[in-house]
Nanobody, 122 residues
Framework: QVQLVESGGGLVQTGDSLSLSCAAS????????MAWFRQAPGKERELVAA????????YYADAVKGRFTISRDSAKNTLHLQMHSLKPEDTAVYYC???????????????WGQGTQVTVSS
């Protein structure tokens, strides 16, 4: 049974930093592209950042570029998202995702985590 379990969400203030982690189990994800998506209330789920299976290439949404950093440890089947200079508009449920292909849309995702809430107060 494949599982992606996120942790690290919480309530922070504008300008604070927060780190999210995703533990993958049930199979080896070393050949999967991994990503973080987020979904704010009333909005569609959107891609935040993605990383290739060997970690050599990353992608960031314009809204988080320069503030967020995605990384992975393929040997440990873990994915991380370091978030800095957080803004109220970063408030959302953040989801860990795994894809057999390049992931830029939700339709490309093969596995989802259950999500973790990040709330940034102004």
């Amino acid at each position: 049974q494949v599982q992606l379990v996120e942790s690290g969400g919480g309530l922070v203030q504008t300008g604070d930093s927060l780190s999210l982690s995703c533990a993958a189990s049930g199979r080896t994800f070393s050949t999967y592209e991994m990503a973080w998506f987020r979904q704010a209330p009333g909005k569609e789920r959107e891609l935040v950042a993605a990383i290739t299976w060997i970690g050599s290439s990353t992608y960031y949404a314009d809204a988080v570029k320069g503030r967020f950093t995605i990384s992975r440890d393929s040997a440990k089947n873990t994915l991380h998202l370091q978030m800095h200079s957080l803004k109220p508009e970063d408030t959302a449920v953040y989801y860990c995702a795994a894809s057999k292909t390049i992931v830029r849309r939700t339709s490309a995702v093969n596995y989802w985590g259950q999500g973790t809430q990040v709330t940034v107060s102004s």
